[in-house]
């Protein structure tokens, strides 16, 4: 039941814009508002399309490829914010694309417990998008 509900999901959203219909990993980002909405599916696809048109916009400015401007200002966030973890993962070699992108393209949810991901997203959508 929840496989068929994400499958309609992606498919209207690659009605609304076919450029969804190209994007790699969509259904990890979207599959947490199958769960939040219990088989609402006007409503899964009415917040994944909000989602994806206020946070995601800028995700396929580049597409297929990730979005290089966004990811070097998240590497500046946390060059600011957390200079010692920032100047680790230089040294080991890590960019923001191997950190940063797999967090952002799935919009946390693979790395964030639901309850966890559900507050993360109560505070998102409360506040301006950045």
Same mark, same amino acid.
């Given at each position: 039941r929840l496989s068929g509900l994400l499958e309609r999901t992606l498919s209207c959203l690659a009605h609304w814009c076919p450029l969804f219909g190209e994007a790699a990993d969509l259904d990890a /980002?979207?599959? &947490? %508002?199958v769960l939040a909405f219990d088989g609402d599916e006007v409503a899964t696809f009415e917040a994944a399309a909000t989602v994806? /048109?206020?946070w995601g916009q800028r995700f396929f400015e580049c +597409? &297929?490829?990730p979005p290089v401007e966004l990811l070097a200002g998240v590497a500046s966030l946390l060059a600011h914010h957390a200079p010692v973890l920032a100047a680790h993962l230089e040294m080991i070699g890590a960019d923001a694309l191997q950190w940063a992108w797999p =967090?952002? /393209?799935a919009f946390f949810s693979r790395s964030l417990a639901r309850d966890?991901? =559900?507050v993360l %997203?109560? +505070?998102? =959508?409360s506040h301006e998008p950045v």
């Open positions: /980002a979207i599959f &947490p %508002w994806l /048109a206020n +597409h &297929p490829y =967090l952002l /393209a966890d991901w =559900l %997203w109560d +505070h998102l =959508l």
